[in-house]
């Protein structure tokens, strides 16, 4: 009797050890792949995973995990900016990015465009990326599918005609998007991960302070070049991060399309 109590509790043993191994395994096995999607995104995406856009304190879309490419190289950043070109304030930065020799993404508005050509030429001869940003500021989803392709086409022609060609990717306005313009536009959607609210603080220490507090590697920077405020914060970030080591890049190279 003793001895089958000895080997029932041997073989009760022995099972929970291989319980417990599969346990651990398990445990790894989905910490590991856990650890890996969280790397994929950017921080403020792991706290909730969702298969829709993340969205911004006015319920539009910004970029999700999904959207970004993880980079390991090096610490990186792209600065965006919308709703120019401004013949004084996008010169003056323009400017300020060659002498620093940095790169970044303008998604440009229609109508000011004319009288800019020379703004989106230089944007093009200095490696800058030019996306668009549709020919007027409206909320795409709300004006209809069919009035939004004819008012991002004419602002893809526009911008063709002074560079020779055809935005690639498009910014837009609000953020307002949805499948039906995704599934007509053959254009891949940019977003942000850090919001520089600038429109809203329109003070430059202000601006650099958020920036500067919620930036990190792979972040896509949503500015406008049409604010004295935050052309003068642009770059003084640039400057800052530099010091920090980042590389600034276009937003192409940290979408994935």
């Known amino acids: 009797m003793r001895r089958k109590e000895r080997g029932l509790r041997r073989d009760s043993r022995i099972l929970f050890a291989v319980l417990l191994t599969d346990a651990l395994f398990l445990g790894i096995v989905a910490g590991g792949a856990s650890a890996w999607y969280r790397h994929r995104l950017p921080v403020e995406e792991t706290k909730s995973v969702s298969s829709d856009f993340p969205r911004t304190e006015e319920g539009y879309p910004v970029s999700g995990g999904e959207r970004i490419q993880s980079r390991t190289e090096a ?8 709703d120019g070109p401004d013949a004084s304030t996008t010169k003056l930065l323009l400017d300020g990015l060659r002498e620093r020799g940095v790169v970044a993404t303008f998604f440009l508005m229609g109508e000011n465009i004319a009288g800019n050509e020379d703004l989106v030429r230089q ?38 005609d002074i560079t020779g060609k ?7 306005p609000y953020g307002d998007w949805n499948e039906e313009l995704e599934e007509r536009l053959d254009l891949t959607p940019v977003f942000w991960t850090v919001d520089s609210l600038d429109w809203k603080l329109k003070d430059t220490a202000a601006i650099v302070s958020r920036v500067s507090r919620e930036a990190e590697d792979g972040s896509i920077i949503l500015m406008h070049d049409i604010l004295q405020e935050s052309v003068d914060a642009a770059l003084e970030l640039i400057d800052l991060f530099q010091k920090e080591g980042y590389v600034f890049v276009t937003a192409d190279e940290l979408v994935i399309d």
Do not use: S
Request: glycine content about 8%; hydrophobic content about 35%.
């Open 75 to 82: 610490k990186v950043l792209a600065l965006t900016f919308d």
């Open 123 to 160: 944007m093009q001869e200095d490696g800058h990326l030019i996306g668009n940003h549709g020919f007027r500021h409206v909320q795409m989803t709300k004006e209809g599918v069919e009035a939004a392709c004819i008012n991002i086409e004419k602002n893809e022609k526009l911008i063709e």
């Open 166 to 172: 055809r935005p690639e990717y498009l910014r837009p």
